[in-house]
């Protein structure tokens, strides 16, 4: 069983960074895919990054690509999600999710673990 807690949300000006963790409370990270999400008011999750268990490969969607980089700490048991020249659009709530060592995936199904997700406010 993996618990995942996510931190590093906030309120950041059009164009600003922040940097999002995805840490297992419980459980290691070590094994498994691991894959960013997001929500907006009104619209569906959906997902945008992901990392391969081992680190070597990411996939992100045309919305981030160019401006959000996903990295691994294997000492820390911490997936990163750094976020640069966000935009307005960017708002949500956002989410990483743990799965197998399959391959990546934009799916939600695919993967077992969600974190509570935190809030990214791009405002200014």
């Known amino acids: 069983q993996v618990q995942l807690v996510e931190s590093g949300g906030g309120l950041v000006q059009p164009g600003g960074s922040l940097r999002l963790s995805c840490t297992a409370a419980r459980g290691t990270l070590d094994d498994l895919t691991i894959g960013w999400f997001r929500q907006a008011p009104g619209k569906e999750r959906e997902g945008f990054g992901c990392v391969s268990s081992s680190g070597g490969s990411t996939i992100y969607t045309n919305a981030v690509r160019g401006r959000f980089t996903i990295s691994r700490n294997y000492g820390e048991n911490t997936v990163y999600l750094q976020m640069n020249n966000l935009k307005p659009d960017d708002t949500a709530v956002y989410y990483c999710?743990?799965?197998?060592?399959?391959?990546?995936?934009?799916?939600?199904?695919?993967?077992?673990?969600w974190g509570q997700g935190t809030q990214v406010t791009v405002s200014s």
């Open positions: 999710a743990a799965g197998p060592p399959l391959g990546l995936s934009f799916r939600a199904n695919f993967y077992n673990y």
